[in-house]
């Protein structure tokens, strides 16, 4: 019986059972038998949930891209690891063999080797999906510097602030990038980003747009010149088990975004699991998950699970609506992928579009279709089944999160029986609860709670970078003794789960994590404004969409609205980025808050759905009468 690839439902009960059982005897079968080591571990799990410490795989010496690229090497040198599919289907896709994909690392690590790169040092990554992206990432891991991928669409603001925050070296950019039919000025993005960095000390630019850029003496470099007179081949530096591998961004709901810090083992061997499993991926599958690499989607499930496994992940540069919204069907055709990974969002956009750009391609490749990023609604769950996977290919719904680090609940393709918006149950290794508002859990099924996980997993976060104390707050305070994840979710009668949303102040939009603080903070920069709430409300193709109710100063009041509504956003843009700007933004004289000065966003969230029924006891507010103001101005 394999402990690495579930075969039917018995087998996945058989395999969780053991899982919960002995969860120590489980990952160690898994990490012994399909991975190289340098050395063994001494003990499997080490932590200590008062701490929130958790070590796997205790002293084991391991480097990852050995096990993604090296060992894959003798048998599959010549098999394609990673397609690109540029921004502009007249552009020739390349197919980047695992020799190749060796070459192109070890050169890479090379030069950042010869460019002063230590282990242990962070470089921030801010580039297109384009295979630099790949090769970058994975030379990082591959000298045991610490990768840092910032997403090609924030700001020179949000740039900085993660640069800073981790203390990054070095910068990984390049001249532009292509959206669409737009392009983006990325070096002057990084070029502004640095006036508030001091920290960097080195930028390396990729050529992808060929537009003129600045180079500043001294600092910023072409990478070919570099890579050309580089060695193609490398020593992987010997890593500790523990080790950070990464460290990724993800919102917060207060104040600044969280640096996630991921470290080697755990991660490698829960991200190669939960691939092989949750996509069935077979020996000459082709694999494509659209996400960006920027995000963590992209980390384990087009890098690092994907190779681990041997697999061809394309890596996509392009949009799904240009040149016009038949572009993803087209790709799947044109290299005949097996295993499609997108997003509720996308979903929905390519849903509203005629019928036409989907059914003119058969789509029969096709065995396996997944959703990530937010819980896929009933409709676009059906379309999604219906025309893409033509209701013979199991739709995997998975729940998982940036500090999770791999994927939690999910069906298991020809093995869970799916049911629509139920991410259904957990994976092996993984014990979910539901908590009540008193911190007890909540037994039995047809019940609705707080998401909490109750065993360390091995590829959880270990820490937020410099802030072990933000930590242990964020994810061990509300319900000690386990991981909150910040989610509600209900279980039903079979024990399927279904994720109902964020219960704290994190507002998913079209798949992105948006923390309310940050883009309160941004809108309260302007000058005639006093103070500013920001609530979710429910958007046919984001899923949610950002509505602002915002207190003007006295200098603001006489402006006219349009054009400070214009002026707010064009704030946003430029701290955080296009993707948090505002669809609503509402004037009033005041906001709804408690008499120890809370904003009671409750109250808001509900006049933006346009659900005016039940508001609770207003009684209690400091200012009750100014809710029926709202009401009346809503938008």
């Known amino acids: 019986m394999s402990y690495y690839k579930i075969e039917s439902l018995e087998h996945y009960f058989k395999m969780y059972k053991k899982s919960v059982r002995e969860p120590r005897k489980f990952w160690d079968r898994i990490a012994d038998e399909n991975f190289t080591w340098y050395q063994k571990w001494e003990k499997v799990l080490d932590f200590d949930m008062q701490e929130s410490k958790f070590k796997w795989f205790v002293d084991a010496k391991v480097n990852i891209t050995k096990n993604c690229i090296d060992r894959h090497l003798a048998k599959r040198g010549e098999k394609t690891a990673i397609i690109f599919e540029p921004n502009d289907p007249s552009e020739d896709a390349q ?14 690590a ?65 001249d532009g990038s292509y959206r669409g039919n737009k392009s983006i000025d990325l070096k002057g993005i990084v070029d502004e980003a640095l006036e508030k960095s001091p920290c960097v000390e080195k930028v390396l630019v990729v050529k992808r747009t060929n537009t003129q850029v600045n180079m500043k003496e001294g600092r910023d470099q072409w990478l070919q010149p570099l890579m050309d007179a580089a060695l193609s081949n490398s020593v992987a530096e010997i890593m500790d088990a523990e080790d950070p591998l990464f460290i990724l961004y993800t919102s ?28 069935n991926y077979e020996e000459n599958d082709v694999y494509w998950c659209t996400a960006d690499i920027g995000w963590i989607t992209g980390h384990s499930y087009i890098l690092y699970g994907p190779l681990l496994n041997g697999a061809t ?33 996308a979903i929905r956009a390519l849903a509203k579009e005629n019928l036409s750009y989907v059914q003119k391609f058969p789509l029969s490749s096709l065995k396996v279709i997944g959703s990530v ?7 676009a769950w059906h379309w999604y089944n219906d025309h893409v996977g033509g209701k013979r290919c199991p739709l995997v719904d998975t729940w998982w999160q940036t500090e999770t680090g791999g994927i939690m609940i999910s069906p298991i393709p020809f093995v869970t029986p799916t049911k629509p918006t139920y991410a259904s149950l957990p994976l092996p290794g993984i014990q979910p609860v539901l908590m009540d508002e008193l911190r007890n859990e909540i037994e039995g099924n047809q019940v609705t709670g707080s998401l909490c996980i109750k065993f360390p997993w091995p590829a959880m976060a270990r820490t937020i970078w410099g802030d072990h104390q933000r930590y242990k707050e964020t994810y061990f305070s509300a319900f000690p003794g386990k991981y909150f994840t910040g989610d509600g979710a209900l279980r039903d009668e079979v024990g399927y789960y279904r994720i109902t949303g964020r219960v704290d102040d994190v507002i998913i939009v079209s798949g992105h994590n948006l923390g309310t603080a940050p883009i309160e903070d941004a809108i309260n920069e302007h000058p ?37 509504a214009k002026e707010i956003n064009q704030l946003i843009s430029d701290q955080i980025g296009p993707i948090a700007k505002l669809d609503k933004i509402q004037f009033v004289s005041g906001l709804p808050k408690t008499r120890s000065g809370k904003i009671m966003r409750r109250i808001l969230r509900k006049i933006a759905e346009g659900d005016f029924s039940n508001f609770g006891d207003t009684s209690t507010l400091l200012n009750p009468e100014i809710v029926d103001e709202i009401k009346e101005g809503k938008l």
């Open 95 to 108: 197919h980047i063999s695992y020799n190749e994909l060796y070459a192109r690392v070890s050169r890479m």
């Open 110 to 174: 090379n030069v950042l080797r010869e460019q002063g790169v230590k282990k242990g040092d962070r470089v921030c990554i801010y580039l297109p999906m384009i295979p630099e992206l790949a090769v970058s990432v994975l030379a990082c891991a591959r000298i045991g510097a610490i990768h840092s991928v910032v997403f090609a669409g924030f700001s020179s603001s949000a740039v900085s602030t993660r640069i800073n925050d981790s203390d990054c070296k070095m910068v990984i950019t390049s």
């Open 252 to 279: 917060g709901s207060t104040g600044k975004p969280k640096g996630m810090v991921h470290t080697t083992a755990g991660y490698m061997v829960y991200t190669a699991y939960t691939f092989k499993n949750i996509f």
């Open 313 to 345: 992940t394309v890596i996509f540069e392009g949009v799904p609506s240009y040149p016009d919204y038949s572009r993803f069907w087209e790709v799947i055709e044109k290299h005949q992928v097996n295993q499609f990974y997108t997003a509720p969002t």
């Open 373 to 379: 990023g937010e819980p896929i609604n009933e409709e």
């Open 528 to 564: 005639a404004v006093a103070e500013s709430a920001i609530v979710g409300f429910p958007h046919d193709i984001k899923g949610n969409a950002l509505y602002g109710f915002v207190i003007l100063k006295e200098v603001g009041e006489s402006r006219n609205q349009e054009n400070l």
